[in-house]
């Protein structure tokens, strides 16, 4: 056992040195400091990685253990149910103190609470902190202490009960207290893959870890912020921040995105819909936080009774593959599978094809992103795909029907994205481009797999059956 005492930080999902509460208590304890990260795979506590975000979280690691070491420490890599895991490096370690960022899934409260108490009643000091979100979900409630159901209620009591905290300070050093500790390899953990190795895009698309999450924040501010508002939705422009994946796995704090945004000195409305957008996390966070099985339920219990039809697996096939016969949902569904990311707009029309258009249930949808999205979050995830569906609270009407030519027309009008990932329709223009049924050029593009507005008409009287 080492000489001293020392304190544990036990990583979550906040893969980050900069504004982590966790981390700076732990080495203001004036304690060597053990880092430490848990791949707990039991999906009674948190649901397991998709494929994509496995190969995002493997390199997150990576980079953390780099940062770690720049200050002087580095990352201890354990396998395991954390409840037995966590009590183990305490004692090999020989702390007295730890220190974690907060969760909000059922299966992870319910283990920190576990933990927390058999922690304390073995005399350590244990400390948990809002590292995740600016509003922890029952921070913003409604009078009764119910959660709220409209976005806009939501965002605007949020705003109103307090300040997002000030970030904290990214430490400069710290005392190692990890010698003499055995550590796993990550590359021991397979979290790449491998046959085949389908992650090329993946790597080429995106530099994961905290430094690259800093710069991408700071060049948005500078050179794109300004034109958000409308960039925002034309799929063609890197109008987005793409940080979605560096907050997912908390390499980056919205702590630090809240303050660095207001201290940009932008004008306009862009900031403020900048900002709304971080608010909608912290919605589908309370959502979560609520229905511990967003995944799997319905949030509204009417839609158990909405008539799915049995998945036709060629039609689920060309979904998936960007094989459908409608530019736009193929454009966003091979920017998926290529680079584990697709543009929010498209999101919301390749969901609504897979609901409304072939009337397959949306969780079908939800699972395949989850597996092929890198940013696939246990919160946004369910909660967007429900909102398409209608099933969930403050929700898309199932009846809103986003018709992929008319989306496409309006915000890819000169069809730049299209023929950026449809390599078939490479040599069209626009209007030709948005519905190349007849175009020459063509050839080699599918027929569409549906006609849209046929199966909007049966989608319509699906929902009619669960009205009445």
Do not use: C
């Amino acid at each position: 056992m080492p000489e001293k005492s020392s304190s544990v930080v036990w990583f979550r999902n906040d893969l980050r040195i900069d504004d982590n509460p966790a981390l700076r208590a732990a080495i203001d304890h004036h304690q060597p400091v053990v880092a430490l990260y848990i791949l707990d795979e039991d999906p009674s506590v948190a649901r397991p990685h998709g494929g994509a975000s496995r190969w995002w979280l493997h390199h997150s690691l990576q980079a953390l253990d780099e940062r770690l070491r720049h200050i002087g420490g580095r990352l201890i890599l354990r396998s395991g149910s954390s409840a037995e895991v966590l009590p183990k490096v305490i004692r090999e370690a020989g702390a007295d103190a730890v220190f974690w960022n907060r969760r909000y899934g059922r299966g992870e409260r319910d283990q920190d609470a576990a933990l927390k108490k058999s922690l304390r009643d073995e005399g350590l000091e244990v400390t948990s902190f809002a590292g995740t979100l600016l509003y922890e979900p029952w921070t913003v409630t409604k009078d009764d202490d119910s959660g709220y159901a409209v976005f806009s209620a939501f965002w605007r009591a949020a705003q109103a009960s307090a300040h997002p905290r000030e970030v904290v300070a990214t430490p400069r050093s710290l005392d190692d207290g990890s010698t003499g500790l055995d550590s796993d390899d990550v590359a021991s953990w397979k979290l790449l893959p491998t046959e085949p190795d389908w992650a090329g895009g993946l790597a080429e698309a995106w530099d994961p870890g905290e430094q690259a999450a800093l710069k991408r924040l700071r060049e948005f501010l500078a050179n794109d912020l300004a034109d958000y508002g409308e960039a925002r939705d034309r799929p063609a422009e890197d109008g987005t921040t793409r940080l979605s994946p560096h907050l997912r796995f908390g390499e980056i704090s919205p702590h630090r995105i809240w303050h660095e945004v207001h201290e940009s000195k932008v004008g306009g409305s862009a900031p403020e819909r900048l900002l709304s957008e971080l608010g909608w996390r912290e919605f589908n966070y309370s959502l979560y936080y609520r229905h511990d099985k967003i995944s799997e339920a319905n949030i509204k219990p009417e839609f158990d009774d909405f008539p799915w039809k049995k998945p036709d697996p060629e039609a689920m096939r060309a979904w998936q593959k960007g094989r459908t016969g409608l530019p736009l949902v193929d454009a966003g569904m091979r920017q998926l599978w290529r680079t584990g990311w697709m543009h929010n707009r498209v999101r919301m029309v390749t969901a609504s094809f897979l609901i409304k258009n072939l009337l397959i249930d949306w969780r079908e949808g939800e699972q395949w992103f989850w597996d092929t999205l890198v940013d696939a979050d246990p919160a946004n995830n369910a909660a967007n795909w429900q909102w398409v569906a209608g099933s969930g609270v403050d929700a898309a009407p199932f009846f809103r029907v986003f018709n992929p030519v008319t989306q496409s027309k309006k915000f890819d009008p000169a069809g730049a994205y299209i023929r950026h990932w449809v390599e078939e329709l490479a040599e069209l223009e626009a209007p030709a481009i948005h519905e190349p049924t007849d175009a020459l050029g063509a050839e080699e593009y599918p027929e569409p797999i549906v006609d849209l507005k046929k199966t909007r008409a049966e989608a319509l009287d699906a929902f009619a059956t669960i009205k009445r």
